[in-house]
Nanobody
């Protein structure tokens, strides 16, 4: 069983930046894609960004693509989410995930525990 561990969340002022990291317990990824998702109370989990392991193709949610960037370091078995120009509306629990698809929530079957990102005004 592969475990994903997120880190890098925390409290940041509006306009600031955070870099989230997600490291797999296994040395090698076998998933077709890795992704970042976020969720707030009462709302469905939503895509933030995703990346295909094979070719590095990336997907970003339209409203976030100019501020958030996903990257994968295969050697370190780690996926990152660089978050810039953060806004209070970005406050959420951010999840790392691995799966066989690309950017749909239902395509992922391995999830981290989540890391909280809180952006203060």
């Amino acid at each position: 069983q592969v475990h994903l561990a997120e880190s890098g969340g925390g409290l940041v002022q509006a306009g600031g930046s955070l870099k989230l990291s997600c490291t797999a317990s296994e040395r090698s990824f076998t998933s077709r894609a890795m992704g970042w998702f976020r969720q707030t109370p009462g709302k469905e989990r939503e895509i933030v960004a995703a990346i295909r392991r094979s070719n590095g193709a990336t997907y970003s949610e339209d409203s976030l693509k100019d501020r958030f960037t996903i990257a994968l370091n295969k050697a370190k078995n780690t996926v990152y989410l660089q978050m810039n120009s953060l806004e209070p509306e970005d406050t959420a629990l951010y999840f790392c995930a691995a799966g066989a698809g690309y950017y749909r929530v239902e395509e992922y079957d391995v999830w981290g525990q989540g890391t909280q990102v809180t952006v203060s005004a």
